[in-house]
């Protein structure tokens, strides 16, 4: 069975580790304050969002690994993308838009996918209307750079990397650092503020993932793949759980234990087939509707606790609320919104898309 007929599981489960990660970084401090344990557990979920750039490098791969229309596969690639990131996005951001101009100038701010402030910290520049929208910034410059480089067909992959390398050595050659390090702020301006952040280079790793596991034999047996699954899954946990040396987005150790673990299970997907929990990839699913429902379901959460409540544990019934918020308001928003909206859009825009295994 080819590759473009394949569901891939391992993406979704992938997706679904990465959403749940970032959503009890964010939850761990109500959590925190009943049981001081998940504090330290969740403190480094936001390798989330490298597992998240990650994947958004794979499936760029994936679906345009046959593509060779130039200008054409250009323009539906783009649209595929705006289609599916920008209205779930917006309509997000208006649910807390607020009522003074000065937050809808903010909301109306994140919509250009430029930085926030750019006198901010690296990598994030500042935070949008909808904090989670810093991610967001990149990977619409990603596509962007996507979207210039399947113009030139098959040396689309060269032209991404030349683009994303040299842009990220920019700081190197300018500043005079060894690396470009994802957590200074470089004095950039606009777009070149994010194209020349380290984090970028998650985007190409996840290309290379893609590359070696559609066509590569990595393993010479199933036991040799699950083993190497299993080391990189400890990897990760010991990353995710604070043991490493330089943990933070973009970083040595994010990168590496987020690169591993694609790597991995994705190839063993390719060679062997997998079966992953229902539940990891269910999230998977509607992961990008998690990302975007979160805030608001810890935001509410925290409003009806602190006005009704404020006896013992209200930490821990905080947390358990915007949990179930957030699950309820990420099923509604994917069925409504990330799915008809999205896929009605798309079709007046592409009256015959090409489908996509990987949306």
Known sequence: ??????????????????????????????????????NWIFAQGAIGVDLFFMISGFIVYYVTVNEDGGIKSSAVFFTKRICRIVPPYVIA????????????YSALHAFTFLPANITQPAPFFGYPRLFVGWSLNYEFVFYGICTLALIFRKYKYFVIT???????????????????????????????????????????????????AIKFRLYYSK????AAI????????????????????????????????????????FQFGIRLPKFLTSVGTISFSVYLMHPHGLSIARKIISRHYHELHSGLLTFLLALTLTAIFSII????????????????ILPNPNKSTVA
């Open 1 to 38: 069975m080819s590759h473009e007929q394949k569901k891939l599981s391992s993406i979704q489960a992938m997706r679904g580790l990465a959403a749940m990660l970032v959503v009890m970084f964010h939850f761990r401090t109500d959590l925190a304050s009943d049981i001081p344990l998940a």
């Open 93 to 104: 951001t208006i649910f807390i838009a607020g009522n003074s101009w000065d937050k809808w």
């Open 162 to 212: 030349l683009i994303i390398a040299c842009s990220v050595s920019l700081p190197v050659i300018t500043h005079g650092y060894r690396t470009s390090l994802p957590s200074i702020n470089y004095g950039y301006h606009g777009y070149l503020a994010l194209l020349t952040n380290g984090m970028m280079l998650e985007f190409l790793a996840g290309l290379f993932i893609g590359y070696i």
């Open 223 to 226: 036991m040799v793949g699950r």
């Open 230 to 269: 299993t080391l990189a899954a400890l990897l990760f946990t010991y990353i995710s759980l604070g043991f490493g040396s330089t943990p933070g987005n973009g970083n040595y150790d994010f990168f590496c234990a987020s690169f591993f673990l694609l790597l991995t299970v994705s190839s063993y997907e």
């Open 333 to 348: 928003f994917y069925r409504l919104f990330e799915t008809n909206l999205c896929n009605s859009i798309r079709k007046k």
